[in-house]
């Protein structure tokens, strides 16, 4: 049975994830799974930022710094969950180089709100749902988000009776959410971006030639959207990889999320890892 203070301690890194989470912010959580010899610290849990310990810990202050250190490699990492021995990170703790422990990172669930059910979003909708994402497709024209045009996928489908305000209620607060405005015309792209453009969702990005997209974000900065959040938009959108199918296009798109989430550049890896 679990003793009173390793329950407290239990419910203090609860509350510091339901924190963490309300922010938007990523953490890691670190369990010591395997700890020859020091079996009182055996499942003994931290919660972590990059520098700092947030909930939770041990006795053992060696031990605990060397796993607060580690937790900015593991977050920059971008790894969802690794198992590390102390030798590989703690190596001068000589009597614990075969001491395991779990990192697991803890972030929200990543969100992509495509705006326009068309052939690109709905082939957007698809793509982003089998890759693992939390998928919001919106439409003004209700045969497009009909639930008999996507059996069973995971896709969360919004009739929108006005765009802003069914854009607005998708975004929430903006975190760890994509934008994907990929609508039939310049007033439907107008109304999506003002409303996304009051909230601060991690990427947007506007689908359309140079020409059509750069007319849309003129027109918004004149009502007098702030230009530093209108270059944030990524327009036109998505990778350049010829993109030519609705599918394919889909796929530039998602590349683009997934790059941006990630921190990735989109070059070729052949470019940095071959020289020749």
């Keep these: 049975m679990a003793s009173a203070s390793d329950q407290s301690q239990s419910q203090l890194i ?5 924190r963490v989470l309300e922010e938007g912010s990523v953490a890691a959580l670190a369990t010591l799974i395997d700890a020859p010899g020091a079996s009182a610290v055996l499942g003994a ?3 972590l930022t990059h520098d700092a310990l947030l909930a939770g810990g ?3 202050v060696e031990v605990q710094n060397a796993i607060v250190r580690h937790a900015a490699t593991f ?4 790894e969802q969950t690794r198992t590390f021995k102390f030798g590989e990170f703690a190596p001068k703790l000589d009597n614990w180089q075969d001491a395991r422990v779990l990192f697991e990172r803890i ?7 495509i705006c326009g059910a068309g052939h690109v979003g709905a082939s957007l909708a698809r793509l982003a749902a089998l890759v693992g994402y939390r998928v919001t497709l919106i439409d003004d024209r209700a045969e497009f988000v009909a639930r008999e045009a996507f059996p069973g996928e995971a896709v969360e489908l919004v009739l929108a009776q006005g765009w802003s305000s069914a854009v607005s209620d998708a975004i929430g607060n903006g975190r760890s959410v994509s934008i994907a405005i990929v609508t039939r015309g310049h007033k439907e792209d107008e109304e999506c971006l003002r409303a996304v453009m009051l909230r601060a969702p991690d990427y947007v990005g506007l689908i359309g030639s140079k020409r059509r997209t750069r007319f849309v974000l003129n027109k918004l900065r ?3 959207f702030a230009i530093e959040k209108l270059a944030r938009v990524r327009a036109p959108i998505g990778l350049d990889i010829g993109a030519v199918s609705p599918e394919e296009v889909g796929l530039a798109i998602l590349a683009e999320i997934v790059a941006a989430r990630r921190g ?3 070059r070729p890896l052949s470019k940095s890892e071959n020289d020749f």
């Design 107 to 113: 972030e929200l669930e990543p969100r992509v709100v």
């Design 264 to 266: 990735g550049t989109g």
């Design 222 to 224: 004149d009502e007098g």
């Design 45 to 47: 849990k931290f919660l």
């Design 14 to 18: 609860t509350q510091a994830i339901r």
């Design 58 to 60: 041990c006795d053992d």
């Design 75 to 78: 977050l920059g990492s971008n």
